[in-house]
């Protein structure tokens, strides 16, 4: 199994793509970290990890926007396992507003999340991840093709694909990679929840929407030894949505 004896943490990984790429990782062998913000729903989410593995997982409250917690997070992860070799920046958040009704408040809320998230755990890795570790980091078609009313979600991403090159370019000397994946429209509850797609403003054929499944297998392919020559990539996952626009 491509990731025996390895340990990954993944952020937001109470549900959806998170938690697909958690149980990915951990049917291929992992111990798996879940970093989630609701303990419960963590706590449940380690347990279908167990449940469909067999491999060891726990949960941790993890505020990625809080540099403390995020190291608390690493903490946790290497008091139990020993090691880290692989961390899924996955969490992030959505606000649906016009640019003239977006606050500051707003952006650094979406930033603090979306973006410095990723820098927090990336920072961790390059402190404690051995040689050999993987980063992924969940962007979005969004850092490349976007709709009205997410300005800074769409700019949390980008920025997103730009710290990835900026971590691969670091990452090298210290033998970990950091690649990129943008996921299109996805079957979670943040697609069928967007006020775009309920109004109509944004239209979704049935045949462009992708399961988590289809993103952790994404995931799970950078993170592991498969993917050793691929460094600062960022990879759409959209099922040839984008092509089509």
């Known amino acids: 199994m491509r990731f025996d004896g390895k340990v990954a943490i993944v952020t937001g990984a109470a549900s959806g793509i998170g938690l697909a790429t958690a149980i990915r990782l951990g049917s ?28 060891d ?38 606000v649906f507003k016009s640019i003239l009704e977006q606050t500051g ?21 390059f402190k404690r991840m051995k040689p050999g570790g993987a980063i992924v980091n969940v962007s979005s078609v969004h850092a490349v093709e976007t709709t009205p009313l997410v300005a800074s979600y769409a700019a949390a991403k980008a920025a997103l694909v730009s710290l990835t090159r900026s971590s691969s370019l ?38 462009d929407v992708g399961e988590p499944e289809d993103i ?3 995931i799970a392919y950078l993170a592991s030894n498969d993917a050793k020559f691929v460094d600062g990539a960022a990879i759409r996952v959209d099922g040839g949505r984008l092509s089509r626009l």
Request: proline share 2%.
């Open 170 to 207: 670091e990452g090298k000397s210290l033998g970990i990679r950091v690649n990129a994946i943008l996921p299109g429209a996805v079957n979670t509850p943040m697609l069928w929840e967007n006020p775009n797609i309920k109004s109509g403003v944004e239209t979704i054929n049935l045949t």
């Open 57 to 94: 997982s726990f949960a941790v409250v993890c505020d990625v926007s809080s540099e403390a917690q995020v190291a608390s997070a690493v903490d946790a992860a290497l008091d139990r396992f020993g090691s880290i070799d692989v961390i899924v920046n996955n969490a992030g958040l959505m």
């Open 216 to 218: 952790a297998a994404t």
């Open 105 to 125: 408040e707003d952006w650094l809320r979406i930033l603090n999340v979306d973006l410095l998230g990723a820098f927090y755990f990336t920072k961790q890795a």
């Open 28 to 55: 291929e062998g992992a111990r798996v970290v879940i970093a989630d913000l609701d303990q419960t729903k963590g706590d449940a989410a380690a347990d279908e990890v167990r449940n469909a593995s067999s491999k």
